[in-house]
């Protein structure tokens, strides 16, 4: 049985606008049920000082950044955050093969290694934002290129929409992470995502990890949502196996 499936497979997206906020908010969490997600919005407000007090407090934390420039820069982000004890961090896949292979071997140096994944198609896209940019291929076509050269160059994973994680995970493996953001509850409303599945869909589809946002930090009982969905995945798991 792959190890992920001894992790918290919950990461909370932090989708607040300073850390008064989110540290209130995650007060209210059990640092053993999920783990952390910190975006641009939050990072720009708070600032790496928040990522250290999250670590520190006992959480996992999803750098989630998506460097994309040229070699250089990419890999002295990478190194820069790594400093920070962030369990993964991600760029744009689409930065191609040199900047990616260059963020790789930024962190193969460092004493903490965090995972480090690759952003293919943002699941707020479908066809006809990609026919708008001119690039001539279908969700999942791109996101299958994307993917395979993320994994060419030594990265962990992905992130990717769950409904490309089946045709992902057969290709790469079972080690290769899929952490797909779009997971919503049935009941949720789907706010600006477009592809979307519930969390035990996501785990059958091959999802590693699932980043959750809007159904858990708007709740009146965050726990209570957190642990009914990690008994969903629990339930999905055990029947895929």
């Given at each position: 049985?792959?190890?992920?499936?001894?992790?918290?497979?919950?990461?909370?997206?932090?989708?607040?606008?300073?850390?008064?906020?989110?540290?209130?908010?995650?007060?209210?969490?059990?640092?053993a049920a999920?783990?952390?997600?910190?975006?641009?919005?939050?990072?720009?407000?708070?600032?790496?000082?928040?990522?250290e007090k999250?670590?520190?407090?006992?959480?996992?934390v999803?750098?989630?950044?998506?460097?994309h420039?040229i070699?250089?820069?990419v890999?002295?982000?990478?190194?820069?955050?790594?400093q920070?004890?962030?369990?993964?961090?991600?760029?744009?896949?689409?930065?191609?093969?040199?900047?990616l292979?260059?963020?790789?071997?930024?962190?193969?140096?460092?004493?903490?290694?965090?995972?480090?994944i690759?952003?293919?198609?943002?699941?707020?896209?479908?066809?006809?934002d990609?026919?708008?940019?001119?690039l001539?291929?279908?969700?999942?076509?791109?996101a299958?290129?994307?993917?395979?050269?993320a994994?060419?160059s030594?990265?962990?994973?992905?992130?990717?929409?769950?409904?490309?994680?089946?045709?992902?995970?057969?290709?790469h493996g079972?080690?290769?992470?899929?952490?797909?953001?779009?997971i919503?509850?049935?009941?949720?409303?789907?706010?600006d995502?477009?592809?979307?599945?519930?969390?035990?869909?996501a785990?059958?589809?091959?999802?590693?990890?699932?980043?959750?946002?809007?159904?858990?930090?708007?709740a009146?009982?965050?726990m209570?949502?957190?642990?009914?969905?990690?008994?969903?995945?629990?339930?999905?798991?055990?029947?895929?196996?």
């Open positions: 049985m792959p190890a992920i499936y001894n992790d918290p497979r919950i990461i909370i997206a932090l989708d607040f606008p300073d850390a008064g906020q989110a540290l209130e908010f995650t007060a209210r969490l059990d640092p999920c783990r952390l997600k910190v975006g641009f919005e939050l990072f720009v407000s708070a600032g790496p000082a928040l990522v999250l670590v520190a407090a006992g959480f996992d999803f750098l989630d950044l998506k460097f420039d070699p250089n820069t890999a002295s982000a990478c190194r820069a955050a790594a920070l004890g962030v369990w993964m961090m991600n760029v744009h896949a689409s930065g191609g093969g040199r900047m292979q260059a963020a790789r071997e930024a962190l193969d140096g460092q004493s903490h290694r965090p995972r480090l690759a952003v293919t198609v943002l699941t707020s896209m479908d066809e006809r990609l026919d708008e940019l001119g001539g291929k279908d969700v999942g076509r791109l299958e290129a994307l993917a395979g050269l994994a060419a030594g990265l962990d994973g992905v992130v990717c929409s769950a409904s490309e994680a089946p045709m992902l995970r057969q290709r079972e080690d290769f992470l899929l952490v797909t953001p779009g919503r509850p049935r009941s949720a409303e789907q706010d995502q477009r592809r979307v599945m519930t969390p035990a869909e785990i059958r589809a091959g999802s590693s990890y699932l980043v959750v946002g809007r159904p858990i930090t708007r009146d009982s965050p209570e949502v957190l642990e009914a969905m990690n008994a969903e995945i629990r339930g999905a798991h055990l029947h895929s196996v």
